[in-house]
């Protein structure tokens, strides 16, 4: 058994449709809609799946209701 460890602020800014452990990564390392929208502009039929599938998720009421309670309770542990 191994284990790698990445560390996402390393990454490059500039990926390559070919690289795909960069492309997951950079996926990972995504913190806007704008990043992920590059990503899936390179047209990879997996990397486009899977926003889509973010999307759909993330659009659920319910996702946003425990999203809405996690921020609350980091706050209340940060102000705490």
Do not use: C
């Amino acid at each position: 058994m191994g284990f790698h460890f990445f560390e996402l602020p390393k990454l490059p800014d500039h990926v390559s449709d070919g690289d795909m452990l960069l492309l997951w990564l950079s996926l990972f390392k995504a913190e806007t809609e704008e990043e992920l929208e590059k990503i899936k502009e390179m047209e990879v039929p997996v990397m486009s799946q899977t926003i889509d599938a973010y999307y759909t998720i993330t659009a659920s009421s319910e996702f946003r209701e425990k999203e809405r309670l996690r921020a609350k309770a980091k706050h209340n542990v940060t102000i705490g």
